[in-house]
């Protein structure tokens, strides 16, 4: 009621401004927006932003220092939870002020980061979204876990519990401001992002009608695990074993060499990793070749990347994917593995933060299995059947030249809830679940091989500006993975395929497109349909 009687004002008083605004800059308050809060949430701040204007934090908060900027006029708020006695988190909440689409929108984090994402909140917003974003109840930057140790209640706020209630109070200030409740709600996050998805539609199936899950962290008791496995791999810095970083961009461009015209086209684009037998003993060291070059020590750990972890013949986590290596140095340089992992471990699991990495074993996997601390891990694949009953539709992607998180991680599961829901296959998912690999994308945004990688999943539009919204120059529902989603769920459109694109300056919009490309859905994948120019969509098909 509010809201039309709002939007009625604006369209008759265009000239009086002010006229428009007072109702809506009294809505704007902490008054106002509190009625109707439990006693557990507390409206800590209500801003009203002005057409064009910034919000954020900025660097007080380490996680998500940049503020978008830009922004529709919209009202700014802060709110902070009680969840128990030793635990509480807020959250961030734009309401648009004149360009609602009376639609809802969470977003995600990364890492194990805690902070409010306002920049993508910004791009949420410019859509009309009204949008919110947690975070996660601790204040740390992506690699810090330290705030985690000997807190099991912030830890379940970090796993599952911060985005369920920020998405049940966002929704009761969205109602309260415009008088309705929103006509659908979704979901966009990559990473822990994409975790934070799955995870929802496995324990709150009512959240959301549609969500874009990017190479999620789902398997978490497993993915920090690997992670420290992985890194001793390459450890210690001074043992034969050890690749130098600066290896790694040699090795991603033999891997190139060998296996890029596999997928039938010569590109620089590894598309079809699952067919190339790449060898890269190739680059072994000989009397000719003494630098830049691999003995076989360093070879057997660069096959130790590659391969799947396995502990007594089952698998634990899936390796890295071929065509990844241009990322390696993330988890795979340094004196220590990534903290990602070995803070894990210590700060979730243990309960110990002396524990010397050096002394990690398969044991610690079990652990992890067991206690599963915070709930993080979503990797109950029949609790999906729940949200799809509820007619929930799900986008998930996963770049194929992911460096942080095993591609073939989400592959599993998604055939995992294929196999799990038995229904003959990934084909029995295709009404509501949907699956897309994007050749060459590295961990959740960006390209080391140009290739066609922005579709507006979680976090990218914050890759290249603080302003970005949808895909510049294509906001439609071909290009966009999220209007892709809100067609799907609201009209019923499937999605067939989505068309990513890179510019001549892979994070410079401004610099003209260099490449389209469409994305298929698993387990099709884009062909190139042997005429036509191959930087362009039209010449390729999904099959
Ligand atoms: C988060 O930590 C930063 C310092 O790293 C500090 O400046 C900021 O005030 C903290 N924010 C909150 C909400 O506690
Ligand atoms: C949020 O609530 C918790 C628990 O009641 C409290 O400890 C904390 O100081 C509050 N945070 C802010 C920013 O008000
Ligand atoms: C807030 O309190 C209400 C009422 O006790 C409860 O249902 C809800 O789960 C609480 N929310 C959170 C996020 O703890
Ligand atoms: C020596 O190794 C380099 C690559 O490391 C290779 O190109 C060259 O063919 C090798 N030479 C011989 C004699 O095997
Ligand atoms: C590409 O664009 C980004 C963002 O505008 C800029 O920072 C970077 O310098 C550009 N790279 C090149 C090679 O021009």
């Known amino acids: 009621m509010l809201y039309s009687t709002l939007a009625i004002f604006s369209g008759l008083l265009t000239l009086a401004s002010t006229a428009v605004c007072r109702p809506r800059a009294d809505m704007c308050s902490v008054a106002a927006l509190s009625s109707g809060l439990g006693s557990n949430a507390t409206v800590l701040s209500a801003t009203f932003v002005a057409a064009g204007g910034s919000f954020g ?10 503020n978008p900027t830009h922004l529709p006029a919209t009202c700014a708020v802060l709110v902070n939870v009680t969840t128990t006695s030793t635990s509480s988190f807020r959250f ?16 995600g984090n990364g890492g194990f980061s805690g ?14 979204f009204a949008v919110a974003s947690t975070d996660m109840g601790h204040n740390s930057s992506i690699f810090d876990l330290s705030w985690a140790l000997n807190q099991p209640e912030k830890r379940n706020d970090f796993g599952y519990r911060a985005t369920h209630g920020t998405t049940v109070i966002a929704k009761s200030l969205v ?65 034969p074993n050890h690749v130098g970083a600066e290896m790694f961009p ?23 990793p699952q067919k190339c037998k790449f060898n890269p003993a190739t680059l072994s060291c000989n009397s000719t070749q003494t630098t830049n070059c691999l ?19 089952q698998l634990a986590f899936p390796g890295l994917e071929l065509g990844s290596e241009a990322q390696w140095a993330v988890l795979l340089s340094g004196s220590t593995p990534n903290p990602l992992g070995y803070e894990y471990i210590q700060d979730f699991l243990l309960n110990d933060p002396n524990w010397p990495f050096e002394s990690y074993d398969d044991s610690l996997v079990a652990l992890a299995d067991k206690l599963d601390p ?13 949200y799809q009953k509820r007619g929930g539709k799900v986008l998930m992607y996963h770049g194929q030249s992911d460096g942080l998180i095993s591609t073939r991680s989400s592959t599993h599961f998604y055939e995992s809830v294929a196999s799990t829901l038995g229904i003959g296959g990934t084909k029995g998912l295709n009404s509501w679940f949907r699956f897309f690999l994007v050749p060459g994308m590295q961990h959740c945004t960006g390209t080391a091989v140009d290739a066609p990688w922005y579709f507006a999943g979680g976090n990218q539009a914050g ?36 068309i990513a694109t890179t510019w001549k300056n892979s994070t410079d919009p401004s610099s003209g497109v260099l490449k389209q490309r469409p994305l298929c859905p698993y387990p099709s994948e884009a062909v190139y349909k042997g005429s036509g120019d191959v930087n362009a969509a039209a010449s390729w098909k999904c099959s």
Request: net charge negative.
């Open 250 to 272: 040699v090795l991603a461009a033999e891997a190139i060499r060998q296996c890029d015209a596999v997928d039938g086209v010569t590109d620089g684009i590894i598309s079809a």
């Open 463 to 498: 890759a290249v500006g603080t302003d970005v919204f949808s895909v510049p120059g294509f906001t439609d529902a071909k290009h966009d993975a999220l209007m892709a989603l809100m067609q799907w769920t609201e009209n019923g459109t499937p999605v067939d395929n989505i």
């Open 374 to 386: 915070g709930s993080c891990t979503a990797d109950n694949y029949a609790a999906m059947a729940g």
């Open 115 to 128: 902070g409010i994402n306002w920049l993508d909140m910004g791009a949420g917003l410019q859509y009309g």
């Open 175 to 239: 109602r309260t401001f415009y008088g309705s409740a929103p006509k659908y709600s979704y979901y966009s996050g990559c990473s822990t992002g994409g975790r934070q998805g799955l995870k929802s539609a496995q324990v709150y199936p009512e959240d959301f009608n549609g969500m874009l899950v990017g190479a999620p962290a789902y398997w978490t008791k497993r993915l920090q695990t690997w992670t420290t496995k992985l890194g001793l791999y390459n450890l210690p810095e001074t043992g």
């Open 57 to 66: 934090e900025g660097t007080a908060n380490p996680a998500f220092p940049i």
């Open 295 to 313: 003995s076989s020590a360093q070879l057997q750990t660069i096959q130790n990347v590659y391969s799947d972890y396995t502990i007594n013949g």
């Open 92 to 107: 961030g909440l734009f309401l648009p002020t004149t360009t609602w689409n009376e639609r809802y929108l969470t977003v």
